[in-house]
T-cell receptor, first 115, second 112 residues
Framework: SQTIHQWPATLVQPVGSPLSLECTVEGTSNPNLYWYRQAAGRGLQLLFYSVGIGQISSEVPQNLSASRPQDRQFILSSKKLLLSDSGFYLC??????????????FGPGTRLTVL | GDSVTQMEGPVTLSEEAFLTINCTYTATGYPSLFWYVQYPGEGLQLLLKATKADDKGSNKGFEATYRKETTSFHLEKGSVQVSDSAVYFCALSDLSNYQLIWGAGTKLIIKP
């Protein structure tokens, strides 16, 4: 079966510090990968998606970046965090064999607080 | 462009009440439609989906029917439980790139 992991689960960082959030998927190959942000009490905002290693599409211009160094690994980074970067970060994947690629499966999320 | 509109929350119900959460959409073509659920502090879980008109998705007592004529995909449950308290998201797939377009989410609160 497939599983998706995110770490850390929670993170408290000062303004101006760097960020690295990691997402890995097990039990599948060549998944589509997604990073979303959910601000407190708000809906989902797609930040980045990737259809393959080294292929990243950015949906929202901001101080975040994403990388996909391996087939099942997706990393969200920032060089300098802003207060507005606080939120709940969700990683998702799609491409389960036999299921249309538009069905996404989510990780447990990382709660980031920037102080 | 394509969009999804959900009823605003929070929706507060008593246990065993009937639930309806409205979702309407605008889209070209025939997208797939989804309901996801997010329990407090957790990621989203796929609740149910429908891929073509008149399809009914169902799971855990929840149902939703893909209504092309009214462009709707309302979520229903006959008897809610306290454990159903969560945020529910309606979404459709963008057929140009298979991304999901999300509604704003509806918070459901069930009181014992």
């Amino acid at each position: 079966s497939q599983t998706i992991h995110q770490w850390p689960a929670t993170l408290v960082q000062p303004v101006g510090s760097p960020l690295s959030l990691e997402c890995t998927v097990e039990g599948t190959s060549n998944p589509n990968l997604y990073w979303y942000r959910q601000a407190a009490g708000r809906g989902l905002q797609l930040l980045f998606y990737s259809v393959g290693i080294g292929q990243i599409s950015s949906e929202v211009p901001q101080n975040l970046s994403a990388s996909r160094p391996q087939d099942r690994q997706f990393i969200l980074s920032s060089k300098k965090l802003l207060l507005s970067d606080s939120g709940f970060y969700l990683c998702a994947w799609s491409g389960l064999a036999g299921v249309r690629v538009d069905t996404q499966y989510f990780g447990p999320g990382t709660r980031l607080t920037v102080l | 462009g394509d969009s999804v509109t959900q009823m605003e929350g929070p929706v507060t119900l008593s246990e065993e009440a009937f639930l309806t959460i409205n979702c309407t959409y605008t889209a070209t073509g025939y997208p797939s439609l989804f309901w996801y659920v997010q329990y407090p502090g957790e990621g989203l879980q796929l609740l149910l989906k429908a891929t073509k008109a008149d399809d009914k998705g169902s799971n855990k007592g929840f149902e939703a029917t893909y209504r092309k004529e009214t462009t709707s995909f309302h979520l229903e449950k006959g008897s809610v439980q306290v454990s159903d308290s969560a945020v529910y998201f309606c979404a459709l797939s963008d057929l140009s790139n298979y991304q999901l377009i999300w509604g704003a989410g509806t918070k459901l609160i069930i009181k014992p």
